[in-house]
């Protein structure tokens, strides 16, 4: 069974700039979750997709955006790329969301660095 | 609101010892409870999960995690540790209701010393 896929492993984009992110779920799994961590402040919850809604978000501003397509890979966007959002971001797929007991999978992650 | 605290930053422990990396949750409903460990520069790898029913959960390479409702614990454990187990251990939380999303503890940095 694949795993969790994200791409690119590494994006090193300029303040200012736009940056995506590109996840495949595992198959089956129609909920994704995208997780940030940074350096020193843990995982955080940034956004939950489930069949091709977004069900909840964290406490992100609004530039950082997603969407999940009909074959439920997922997207995550930042806009506006501050020097802050430099971590490691972490695509999750699950069963849907009536299945809380569901454990999510995760991917290697996308690692964002911006100077 | 749903919340996990993993007091401890970092545990040592010998080869050979046992271990106990430490978490307790606070969740308004019926938890469900998970452990997961990173490696370097991966994603995170599930190990374990409380749903319900046996307080002793058992999960992948020898761990096993202890529920204990009245002190809202849910401690990992593993009888003998190895070198190769040294990596960051995540415990999280999920409340199972609309939001549905997995809270995560700050991590425990697990170092197993030859």
């Known amino acids: 069974e694949a795993g969790v896929t994200q791409s690119p492993t590494h994006l090193i984009k300029t303040r200012g700039q736009q940056a995506t992110l590109r996840c495949s779920p595992i198959?089956?799994?129609?909920?994704v979750y995208w997780y940030q961590q940074a350096l020193g402040l843990g995982l955080q919850f940034l956004l939950w997709?489930?069949?091709?809604?977004?069900?909840n978000r964290g406490n992100f501003p609004p530039r950082f955006s997603g969407r999940q397509f009909p074959n439920y890979s997922s997207e995550l966007n930042v806009n506006a790329l501050e020097l802050e959002d430099s971590a490691l971001y972490l695509c999750?797929?699950?069963?849907?969301?009536?299945?809380?007991?569901?454990?999510?999978?995760f991917g290697n992650g996308t690692r964002l660095t911006v100077t | 609101a749903q919340s996990v605290a993993q007091p401890e930053d970092q545990v040592n422990v010998a080869e050979g010892n046992p271990l106990t990396v430490k978490c307790t949750y606070s969740?308004?409903?019926?938890?469900?409870l998970f452990w997961y460990v990173q490696y370097p520069n991966r994603g995170l790898q599930f190990l374990l999960k409380?749903?319900?029913?046996?307080?002793l959960v058992k999960g992948s390479y020898g761990f096993e995690a202890e529920f204990n409702k009245s002190q809202t614990s849910f401690h990992l454990k593993k009888p003998s540790a190895l070198v190769s187990d040294s990596a960051l251990y995540f415990c999280?939380?999920?409340?199972?209701?609309?939001?549905?999303?997995?809270?995560f503890g700050t991590g425990t940095l697990l170092a197993v010393q030859p």
């Open positions: 999280a939380v999920r409340d199972g209701g609309a939001t549905n999303k997995l809270i």
């Open positions: 969740v308004s409903g019926n938890p469900y």
């Open positions: 198959s089956g799994h129609t909920s």
């Open positions: 997709y489930d069949e091709g809604e977004e069900r």
């Open positions: 409380y749903i319900t029913g046996d307080n």
């Open positions: 999750a797929s699950s069963l849907g969301r009536d299945s809380p007991n569901s454990p999510l999978h």
